[in-house]
């Protein structure tokens, strides 16, 4: 019986776009716009939300924060590629962005870009995404690739980054240039848009006030954009609230440094998986005494 409470919903969300909600048996879901292929929502089996989305949701950004894949309707894969066997996605809805006409002008390449959203069976929430030249002229071509994860927490104040010190990043607020993290974990007093370099493949946000730690993990990104607009930056920014910053922490998986290069036929794939867990749980997945005892 508890199975009929898996499944995938096509329905309609903000100002009528078309949106998927996936569910899991222990109640844990995400919602997935098809517009941008962007997950929205993910919810625990609580149904706590656990990703921040700005009530200004909808406004939308520009090609140069975002690329042109986040401004473009995707569609329900038809006929997405099979997955290693090992994989267990009981609930998961394949997407598929092909080249169109309209984006002749910022992008004069032929491409599929797949993205598979999935639950696992304990509420994980796994994208993967798959990137293949289609050019027919023999030409390659180069992008960069990020997720963009917005974690919901109770207090940016509170919070910490572990898996990234002693890293080199590149400081958007600097002109990029390269710094080497000095602190034993980033925590946060102001605005913050790194792009930590060469980093492990397990990070941890720990958000001590709810006592929850994400853990993400990643395969094929190399990188990690950590970013907070903090309060002025927030009151400029048209798709984000003014006091929205205390909430939202984006640590994006990200392949910035070194662009992906694609010969006609040739495919990259990428991959991430975020879980939510009780602070104590997560004591033996990174450094141990030093997730267990960071408050």
């Known amino acids: 019986m508890s199975s009929e409470k898996v499944h995938v919903e096509h329905c309609k969300g903000v100002n009528g776009l078309d949106k998927v909600i996936l569910r899991e048996i222990r109640g844990c879901s995400a919602e997935v716009y098809l517009y941008g292929g962007q997950v929205t929502s993910w919810k625990n089996e609580l149904g706590e939300e656990l990703l921040f989305l700005s009530s200004k949701f909808g406004n939308i950004g520009s090609l140069e924060q975002h690329g042109f894949a986040r401004n473009r309707a995707w569609s329900v894969d038809p006929n997405p590629p099979p997955f290693p066997s090992n994989i267990s996605h009981r609930t998961f809805i394949d997407l598929i962005l092909r080249h169109s006409e309209e984006d002749v002008k910022i992008w004069p390449h032929r491409y599929e870009c797949r993205l598979r959203v999935a639950l696992g069976p304990g509420g994980d929430l796994m994208l993967t995404s798959r990137i293949r030249n289609t050019n027919s002229d023999g030409k390659s071509f180069t992008f960069t690739f990020a997720y963009h994860t917005h974690f919901f927490v109770t207090d940016i104040s509170e919070v910490r980054v572990e898996g990234l010190e002693t890293l080199d990043y590149l400081d958007n607020l600097k002109n990029r240039e390269r710094f080497t993290e000095q602190g034993d974990a980033i925590i946060f007093e102001s605005e913050v848009d790194k792009v930590y370099l060469s980093t492990p493949t397990k990070i941890a946000i720990l958000d001590h006030e709810r006592k929850r730690t994400f853990v993400l993990r990643k395969d094929g990104l190399p990188d990690a954009v950590v970013w907070?607009?903090?309060?002025?930056?927030?009151?400029?920014?048209?798709?984000?609230?003014?006091?929205?910053?205390?909430?939202?922490?984006?640590?994006?998986?990200?392949?910035?440094?070194?662009?992906?290069?694609?010969?006609?036929?040739?495919?990259?794939?990428?991959?991430?998986?975020?879980?939510?867990?009780?602070?104590?749980?997560?004591?033996?997945?990174?450094?141990?005494?030093?997730?267990?005892?960071?408050?």
Request: aromatic fraction near 8%; charged fraction near 30%; hydrophobic fraction near 30%.
């Open 228 to 295: 907070n607009p903090w309060d002025k930056k927030a009151k400029s920014m048209a798709d984000f609230g003014d006091d929205e910053y205390k909430h939202m922490l984006c640590v994006k998986a990200a392949c910035v440094e070194k662009p992906i290069t694609l010969k006609p036929g040739e495919e990259w794939k990428g991959r991430q998986e975020i879980s939510a867990v009780p602070s104590s749980y997560c004591s033996g997945q990174l450094d141990p005494r030093r997730v267990l005892f960071s408050g």
